[in-house]
C-alpha cells in the first residue's frame, strides 16, 4: 500500500470528511475521490461511515475509528427520506449545508497561524460538524455570521480543504459580520457537541432536526399570525430574527409553549379579520402539524390539543390535529346552535338569559364567544327558562312572538300569517298569541304522529317544509286541519313541534294545481332526455302549450304542461347531434350545409347549448325536397 508521510491529527469536532479532504491534500493528492480510490471506497462512505470506509481512513492516518465515527452522518432507514444522525442527533437532509461551503473566517484565519509548520496553511484549517447544519449561522467563539459561498465548479461537496483552497480569498476577504451566538444556535449546537446548554422539558423529547424547525414554525406564526405561506419571508431572514423569536417563546418549555398557544387563541378570538380554527390560529404551524403524520411531533401536537380542547369548540371534523377527546369541553354560540338546531341569533340570546355567556361577548363574532360545555342548559330548560315570570315571559293568557315560537319549538319568523292563534284582546303595540290557542294547536299537530327513531330521506321537519316546499306554517296546519295530510311522524322523545316530521312529496302534490294529464316540466324534461331550460324555452317561444301554477301561499312559479303535448312536440325536433349523424356530416359542416339551405334552428341561446331543429324540415332537406321560404 502507498506510504503516508503526512498524518494531520483529527480533532473532535471535525467531520470525517473534512478530515479525509485535509489527509488527502496533505500527502499530495488533488481530491478526496483520489484518497477514496486508494482506500477502494468512495468519498461519500466516508462521510457516511458506509462500508468500512472509516476503517479504512483510520488505518491510514492512524486516528482513532471510533472518533471519526462519532462525527460522521448516518442515514436512517425510515419512511421520512434524507434523515441521518450526527454525534447521535437526527437530522433532515434539508438542514445540511450539501452545496454549499460554509466556515467563520476568524477560525480558519487562526487555524492558517497556528496549525503545524509540516502542514500547507489550507491543510491546517478543518470544518466544524456545526458548520455543516444550516440553522447555525454564526460563530460561537468569535461571534460572527458564518461565511458561505457555493462549492466551486469541480470540487465535491465534502472535499472541505479543496473548496476553501479555491475559496480562501473571498473567505479572507469577506466582510466580518458581527451575529451574535444567540440562544437557539447555543441549544442546538450543544445537543450536537455536547457543550453545556439549559434544559428544555419539550425541546429535548423532540429530534434534533424537530426542534429546530418547531423554532421556525412558532416564530413564523407568532410575527404573521394566520399566514401559511412564507412568500420568501423566511429566505430573506439572514439574521434569524423569526427563528430566534420563536426559540425565544420555547425556552419557557411545555408551559411556556402552552402560555403562547393561549395567547394566539385570545389573540385571534377578538381580531376582526382571523379565523376561530385551530389551524388558522396557528397559522403555518398549524398547517405543517395537520399534514404531517411523522410520530416524533406527538410532544408538540399534545401541547396544542391540550389547550384547544380547553379553550376552543370542537370543529365539525371531531378533531384537532388527529387527536379526539374523549368529551366534549368547550362550546361556543355556534356549536351550540348546530346541536340545538336553533338559529345563531337566538341561541346567543337565550345564553344570554340563562346567564351562560355575559355582556362582554357582545362584540364578538358567535364562533369567538366560547363556554364550557358542560355549562349548555338542555334544550328545553332553554327554551322555557325564559318564559318564567320575572324573567321577560308572559305569565297570562297572551304570549308575545318569541314566547310562542319557544313554546312550539319553531322560529319566530315562521310564525308570519298564524293570525288564527292570536288574542282576542292585545295589551301593547305588539302583536299577542292566545296561550290556551298555541296550546291546543300544538297538542293537535302533535296527536296521531308515527314515533320514528330518526327523519327518513323523504321526511322533514316543519321549517325544512318551509324551506324546500315554499309552504308557511300557517299553510301546514290548515292542510292538517282540513285532513289532508295523510302522514306525519315525530321523533323520540320530542315535545314540541320541532320533533314533527311530514313527507316531502305528500306536501309537494298538495302544492301542485295541475289538472288530470298534466305534468311538471322539471319532471317531463328528465323523462324525455331533455334540461329543464330546453322545455321552459320552447314552452315560452310558444311551441310548447304550458302554462305556469303557483302553490298559492307566496310560493315559486312553476310551468306544467300535458303529457301528450310533450310527447307530440319531441317527435318533431331533433338534436343537432341527431341532425348530423342523419347527413352524414361532422358538426361543423351540416352547420355549414344548414345555414345555406337557410333551415335556421328553433332558437339560439348562448345560456342554453342544447340546439334543436324541425324533423320535418330536416326530413325534406335529407330527401332533396326541401325549399326556404322567399
Not at 441521518?84 to 438542514?95: D, F, P, Q
Not at 412568500?231 to 408551559?255: S, Y
Request: contains cysteine.
Amino acid at each position: 500500500m502507498r506510504p503516508w508521510s503526512l498524518r494531520p491529527a483529527f480533532h473532535p469536532l471535525e467531520t470525517p470528511g473534512g478530515y479525509a479532504s485535509r489527509f488527502a491534500s496533505a500527502n499530495g493528492l488533488p481530491t478526496i475521490h483520489s484518497l477514496a480510490g486508494f482506500l477502494e471506497t468512495r468519498a461519500s462512505f466516508i462521510s457516511s461511515d458506509r462500508d468500512g470506509a472509516l476503517e479504512l481512513l483510520a488505518r491510514v492516518s492512524e486516528s482513532r475509528a471510533a472518533d471519526l465515527k462519532k462525527n460522521a452522518s448516518r442515514a436512517i432507514d425510515r419512511a421520512k427520506e434524507g434523515a441521518s444522525t450526527i454525534r447521535g442527533e437526527v437530522v433532515s437532509r434539508h438542514l445540511v449545508r450539501r452545496s454549499w461551503w460554509a466556515g467563520c473566517a476568524a477560525c480558519i484565519e487562526e487555524d492558517l497561524k497556528n496549525g503545524p509548520d509540516w502542514l500547507e496553511p489550507v491543510e491546517r484549517a478543518w470544518e466544524r460538524v456545526t458548520w455543516r447544519l444550516r440553522p447555525i449561522t454564526a460563530c460561537d467563539r468569535h461571534g460572527l455570521r458564518l461565511v458561505e459561498a457555493p462549492y466551486p465548479k469541480g470540487v465535491a461537496y465534502n472535499d472541505f480543504t479543496r473548496g476553501l483552497e479555491k475559496l480562501l480569498d473571498h473567505v479572507l476577504g469577506s466582510e466580518r459580520i458581527l451575529a451574535p451566538f444567540s440562544e437557539r444556535q447555543h441549544y442546538l449546537s450543544g445537543r450536537l457537541t455536547g457543550a453545556e446548554h439549559a434544559p428544555n422539558d419539550l425541546l429535548d423529547d423532540l429530534e434534533w432536526h424537530a426542534a429546530a424547525r418547531l423554532a421556525t414554525l412558532v416564530g413564523y406564526s407568532a410575527l404573521y399570525p394566520g399566514q401559511v405561506r412564507r412568500n420568501g419571508i423566511l429566505e430573506a431572514d439572514i439574521d434569524n430574527t423569526i427563528d430566534d423569536h420563536g426559540f425565544d417563546i420555547l425556552k419557557g418549555g411545555r408551559a411556556g409553549f402552552r402560555t403562547w398557544v393561549e395567547e394566539m387563541i385570545e389573540d385571534a378570538r377578538v381580531s376582526r379579520d382571523r379565523r376561530f380554527g385551530l389551524q388558522s390560529i396557528l397559522g403555518m404551524l398549524g398547517e405543517s402539524l395537520d399534514r404531517t403524520d411523522d410520530s416524533f411531533w406527538e410532544p408538540v401536537k399534545d401541547e396544542i390539543c391540550a389547550v384547544a380542547f380547553a379553550k376552543l369548540p370542537m370543529s365539525t371534523t371531531g378533531h384537532f390535529l388527529q387527536r379526539h377527546p374523549p368529551k366534549r369541553m368547550v362550546h361556543s354560540i355556534v356549536s351550540a346552535a348546530h346541536e340545538y338546531d336553533i338559529s345563531v341569533k337566538s341561541m346567543r340570546h337565550y345564553l344570554r338569559r340563562a346567564n351562560v355567556i355575559g355582556p362582554e361577548t357582545d362584540g364578538l363574532m358567535p364562533d369567538k364567544v366560547t363556554f364550557p360545555a358542560k355549562a349548555l342548559p338542555t334544550r328545553a330548560r332553554l327554551l322555557t327558562e325564559r318564559l318564567r315570570p320575572g324573567r321577560g315571559g308572559s305569565p297570562g293568557r297572551t304570549l308575545t312572538v318569541t314566547e310562542t315560537a319557544a313554546i312550539l319549538g319553531i322560529g319566530a319568523n315562521y310564525l308570519t300569517g298564524c293570525d288564527f292563534l292570536l288574542a282576542e284582546r292585545q295589551n301593547g303595540l305588539w302583536r299577542q298569541f292566545d296561550r290556551k290557542k298555541v296550546l291546543a294547536m300544538r297538542d293537535v299537530m302533535l296527536a296521531g304522529a308515527v314515533s320514528v327513531d330518526a327523519a327518513g330521506p323523504d321526511e322533514c321537519r316543519i321549517e325544512e317544509i318551509a324551506r324546500r316546499c315554499h309552504v308557511t306554517f300557517a299553510a301546514l296546519v290548515g292542510y292538517h286541519d282540513a285532513g289532508r295530510i295523510a302522514w306525519k311522524g315525530r321523533l323520540v322523545g320530542s315535545q314540541s313541534l320541532d320533533g314533527l316530521l311530514f313527507r316531502k312529496a305528500e306536501i309537494d302534490q298538495l302544492q301542485s294545481a295541475m289538472e288530470e294529464g298534466e305534468i311538471a316540466l322539471r319532471i317531463a324534461a328528465a323523462r324525455v332526455g331533455y334540461g329543464k331550460a330546453v322545455l321552459c324555452r320552447l314552452a315560452q317561444d310558444g311551441h310548447l302549450p304550458a302554462r305556469q301554477v303557483t302553490n298559492g301561499r307566496g310560493g315559486r312559479l312553476g310551468w306544467v304542461a300535458r303529457q301528450a303535448d310533450v310527447e307530440a312536440l319531441m317527435s318533431r325536433i331533433m338534436r343537432f347531434s341527431e341532425v348530423a349523424e342523419a347527413l352524414s356530416m361532422k358538426k361543423h359542416q351540416a352547420k355549414k350545409a344548414l345555414k345555406q339551405a337557410g333551415i335556421e334552428p328553433i332558437f339560439e341561446d348562448a345560456k342554453i347549448r342544447t340546439i334543436l331543429f324541425w324533423r320535418p324540415e330536416i326530413g325534406e332537406y335529407v330527401t332533396g325536397q326541401y325549399q326556404p321560404d322567399r
